[in-house]
């Protein structure tokens, strides 16, 4: 008990960069740190606020009583998807484990520590999604003294089952990599598999339970008064939630045990989720090196023989660089394909699907609306989620000083770095394109925007995702997921990406004739902070 | 070849950095810098190969100014750090190629020069590997053997005798002293101080971020019985 406090300690000491926050004695490097803390602390506030207003937006139309439950089931999809992503670097990470092993410390302590480590910082994260909600469901439909008590008990319980589920996760990527040569390759593709059917599952359910389908409800009506509109959503979003709620039956049960209709269910769901978390504790710490070992193996040596030499230009050589780099990690590879494998699907998805079903179902978009015109923002945007530019630089860690102390000029490695995120983008758009070009049906403009607006989008995301890096650089890690999920460069270039959807809402609200403009007007915004964004990186110092 | 002038780098809210130090290193040279933990040697290292800036001062190397004209500099010089942290996602050979690549060396140059070096530092059998699978010693020799590939004017070393068996370290000295005769110069920083006297032409000692002493071996040790004696006596002051 008293190593597996220790452990814990250790693990929660330097959550979020706190520690080294508190004590770095350089004052630009902790003027950066705290430029980073802050950064972070107003995407957080971002998304805060984002969800206060959602779920603001369910009270007022009537579907207040269904927050709770709604945003509990966002919460656990959130941490189970991200969690995946992590299960690797947070919860198997060999980087501290050749100390430990030779401490004399049993398996156990330390593979429980990891997981009360994964554990508090996917409660934080929760925190983010629950109390806002939670709070403005307390404040709208005036919950009782009681609600309050659920809140605090729903905080605690809900990242259980996530974070356990992690674990699980995590033991069988090492018994799908441990006999297996291309490890990364494998990982990469057992994760997307895993998150891709995460996302889909819950569409397949709807649609076997009739789907919930478009509201007809007529913004641009003349003759509808809004309060007949809004009289009309709310209709349309009570019926969504109730078909909801019969697709995911269980997730009615969770709502009544929060609104406190069913305590012993509640108890039930606590207790078995607590009892799993520790047997999944105690079954991976008394295999803890077993898996460790399987996800790490130690390299092969292989007889090498001089052969004939080949040389390459710098940018060649740069460029070949960062792509080893990339390849090489599956948590860098598996975090930043997301994007471009969700935006082949969806093209895949519009050779069966018109753009409106697609959208309206699958975005579960519930409001008719022009998806035609926002198609190519949507999916411009859905390539650019998250761009391996973002931490490209920080990536470098303690490798750093080498392109320091060589005669390569930053300009070339800058150039390097955006190069090899569009080229690893390139394969993914030139099918997305070929696909639409033989699938969508759309006229001469429409058609042009599917081709200029990703791209745009694209150089856009790539830029200023390693903008972000370049201002918000971190070579001190210790696990990759510190820089390529955690980091202050990738959460902001994260919500940067948003700015493409902001067309793509007013192509979708405004009448037809202003989309062509709207389209026209963006691309050229757009490719002119894209410029701008270029000449800053080039011009910065390191 | 390198000519540091009152050079001067503090680091903001500490009394860490190093004060006014002026030094001459001529072809030929090899010459040892020397000073306790946290003397303000790998911080003088990192000034002159261009990783950290400094606040006042000059350096110059080969005539060029490091500040100035940065890529030029580092053309002629090669740096090996105190930790030999590489590409682990490379191959060994991936990483000297690449390296050959960035110096534009010729592939004809570079499989001769990289044959030569792996054969005698003995890693030729394991360049295939990664280098996240080679030990703390064969990482130091890949590094050693990158910055060698350049055939550089300058080799600035933090410590580089750490981490070598005493095959590998009998190699790099006689390396050193094959890079100094053909006009180059050697300026690295080390613990070992019997292996600095018995190597260097040239000496300097650096205390709290102050140089001490410089110069010639002979006239830097004067009336001491060796260069242990002196240091001690130095830094006991």
Not at chain 1, 113 to 136: K, M, S
Not at chain 1, 145 to 158: I, Q, S, W
Not at chain 2, 122 to 151: F, N, P, R, W
Request: aromatic share 10%.
């Amino acid at each position: 008990m008293k190593q597996f406090i220790t452990l814990t300690k250790l693990e929660l000491l330097n959550l979020f960069d706190l520690n080294v926050l508190r004590h770095v004695k350089d004052p630009a490097e902790k003027k950066k740190k705290t430029i980073m803390a802050v950064v972070l602390l107003i995407v957080v506030l971002i998304l805060g606020g984002y969800l206060t207003f959602s779920a603001y937006g369910m009270a007022f139309l009537g579907v207040g009583d269904k927050i709770p439950e709604i945003y509990s089931l966002l919460s656990c999809i959130f941490l189970l998807i991200f969690g995946l992503f992590k299960a690797k670097s947070s919860l198997y990470r060999d980087k501290d484990l050749t100390l430990l092993s030779s401490l004399p410390i049993k398996s156990f302590p330390i593979a429980a520590a990891r997981l009360v480590h994964a554990y508090v910082e996917n409660l934080l994260i929760g925190a983010i999604i629950i109390l806002p909600t939670f709070l403005v469901y307390a404040f709208t439909c005036k919950a009782g003294a009681p609600f309050y008590l659920n809140l605090v008990l729903a905080l605690f319980l809900l990242p259980i089952l996530p974070t356990t589920l992690m674990a699980w996760f995590g033991i069988a990527v090492a018994a799908l990599v441990a006999r297996n040569r291309h490890k990364v390759l494998t990982e990469t593709i057992f994760v997307l598999i895993i998150v891709v059917a995460s996302l889909l599952l819950p569409m397949v359910f709807s649609s076997i339970n009739g789907g919930t389908g478009p509201m007809k409800v007529d913004f641009f009506s003349q003759d509808a008064s809004s309060e007949e509109i809004t009289k009309a959503l709310s209709l349309e979003t009570q019926k969504t939630f109730e078909k909801v709620e019969t697709s995911f039956p269980l997730l009615k049960t969770w709502g009544s045990c929060l609104l406190g209709e069913n305590i012993p269910g509640f108890l039930l769901y606590g207790a078995g989720s607590a009892a799993l978390f520790v047997l999944t504790a105690l079954l991976i710490g008394k295999n803890f090196f077993a898996i460790s070992a399987k996800l790490f193996p130690p390299s092969m040596h292989h007889e090498f023989q001089m052969k004939a030499m080949r040389s390459e230009t710098l940018l060649t050589a740069l460029v070949r660089k960062e792509a080893k780099r990339y390849f090489s990690s599956g948590i860098y590879v598996t975090n930043t394909i997301v994007g471009p494998v969700f935006a082949l699907a969806m093209t895949i998805a519009l050779a069966f699907f018109d753009p409106k079903t697609l959208l309206t179902n699958a975005g579960n978009l519930p409001i008719d609306v022009n998806a035609n015109a926002a198609l190519p923002f949507i999916l411009g945007f859905m390539f650019c989620i998250m761009t391996p530019a973002a931490s490209s630089l920080s990536i470098e860690g303690k490798n750093w000083w080498i392109l320091q102390t060589l005669p390569v000029a930053k300009k070339d490695i800058m150039q390097a770095k955006l190069l090899f995120s569009l080229l690893f983008m390139a394969p993914f758009y030139f099918v997305s394109e070929v696909i639409l070009l033989f699938t969508v049906s759309a006229g001469l403009p429409e058609r042009l925007w599917l081709l200029i607006v990703p791209t745009t989008a694209i150089l856009f995301a790539v830029t200023f995702g390693l903008f972000c890096n370049v201002k918000f650089p971190k070579f001190q890690w210790e696990s990759e997921m510190e820089v390529v999920k955690q980091g202050a460069a990738t959460g902001l270039s994260m919500l940067g990406i948003f700015v493409i959807l902001i067309p793509a809402i007013l192509a979708m609200l405004l009448p037809t004739s202003y989309v062509n403009v709207i389209t026209l007007c963006a691309i050229a915004l757009i490719l002119a902070i894209t410029g701008l964004l270029y000449r800053s990186i080039l011009r910065a110092k390191l | 070849m390198l000519v540091i002038q009152h050079l001067e780098k503090h680091y903001q809210g500490t009394t860490k950095g190093i004060t006014d130090i002026s030094l001459h290193i001529e072809k030929g040279d090899i010459y040892a810098f020397i000073g306790h933990n946290g003397a303000g040697k790998t911080t003088l290292l990192k000034a002159i190969t261009g990783i950290h800036s400094f606040d006042k001062g000059e350096v110059l190397i080969d005539g060029l100014d490091i500040q100035k004209n940065p890529l030029e500099v580092k053309k002629r010089i090669a740096y090996v750090p105190d930790n030999p942290d590489v590409y682990e996602f490379m191959t060994g050979i991936q990483y000297l190629n690449f390296i050959a690549d960035v110096f534009m060396i010729s592939a004809a140059d570079r499989e001769q020069r990289i044959k030569d070096y792996a054969d005698r530092f003995e890693i030729t059998s394991s360049l295939g590997d990664l280098i996240s699978s080679y030990s703390h010693g064969m990482k130091q020799k890949l590094v050693l053997i990158s910055a060698l590939l350049h055939d550089p004017k300058l080799l600035i070393m933090d410590e580089p005798f750490v981490g070598l068996d005493p095959k590998a370290t009998f190699l790099l000295k006689e390396i050193m002293a094959e890079l100094t005769k053909r006009g180059g110069a050697i300026f690295f920083s080390t613990h070992v101080l019997d292996v600095a006297e018995k190597l260097c032409n040239k000496v300097a000692i650096i205390k709290e971020g102050h140089l001490i002493t410089s110069g010639l071996m002979s006239e830097v040790i004067k009336d001491q019985s060796s260069l242990e004696t002196l240091f001690m006596e130095t830094v006991n002051e």
